[in-house]
């Protein structure tokens, strides 16, 4: 069975402490991994998608990293406004019958403080 | 562009009524979608439509129906709820990247 995995679920950051977040997956046939931003009351906002192993996207204090089995999310000198909920999903190629279904994980849920 | 928007915001139900979610999109893509989204459960695919008059069932689509009469429109019907079913609902829809930009939600509770 498909499997998306993030870790940890929790994640407490002072202001200008960087760390990363992690999202592994056990799926065959990978088309695209995916990673959103959601804040509370609202819905997941499109942040990066990744294709292929070692392949790096970045904005702003985010860089977003893949390998075959796991993709990070670096942050780099967090704000608080960089709280949120941090979501990863996978999706499969046509060929494997994904083409239309997005696997999510559950989320890890970011905090910075002052 | 307005994006997707979402009616109602939130929406209390008795077990047994029906109720239809609404959902539109303003930025001609092809593919939508419906996920719920509960505590420790991740989003999860209800329906999904490649085009207007194509339908399809995701994870778990029991007691849910979908229609897709114009490429902007794609509500979700709640044929009689049940408890099972509160939950956040959002719609989405998949931009050229396969990127998808998600509604507000609704929430929705059964009683």
């Known amino acids: 069975e498909d499997q998306v995995t993030q870790s940890p679920e929790a994640l407490r950051l002072q202001e200008g402490e960087s760390s990363s977040l992690n999202c592994s997956y056990t799926v065959s046939g990978l088309r695209g991994l995916f990673w959103y931003r959601q804040d509370p009351g609202k819905g997941p906002e499109f942040l990066f998608t990744l294709y292929s192993a070692g392949e790096e996207k970045e904005k702003e204090r985010l860089k977003a990293t893949l390998t075959k089995k796991e993709s990070f999310l670096h942050i780099t000198a967090p704000k608080p406004e960089d709280s949120a909920t941090y979501l990863c999903?996978?999706?499969?190629?046509?060929?494997?019958?994904?083409?239309?279904?997005?696997?999510f994980g559950t989320g890890t849920q970011l905090k910075v403080e002052l | 562009n307005a994006g997707v928007t979402q009616t109602p915001k939130f929406q209390v139900l008795k077990t047994g009524q029906s109720m239809t979610l609404q959902c539109a999109q303003d930025m001609n893509h092809e593919y939508m979608s419906w996920y719920r989204q509960d505590p420790g459960m991740g989003l999860r695919l209800i329906h999904y439509s490649v085009g207007a008059g194509i339908t399809d069932q995701g994870e778990v689509p029991n007691g849910y129906n979908v229609s897709r009469s114009t490429t902007e429109d794609f509500p979700l019907r709640l044929l009689s709820a049940a408890p099972s079913q509160t939950s956040v609902y959002f719609c989405?829809?998949?931009?050229?990247?396969?990127?998808?930009?998600f509604g507000p939600g609704t929430r929705l509770t059964v009683t």
């Open positions: 999903a996978v999706q499969l190629g046509v060929l494997t019958g994904g083409g239309n279904k997005l696997t």
């Open positions: 989405a829809s998949r931009g050229k990247i396969y990127e998808q930009y």
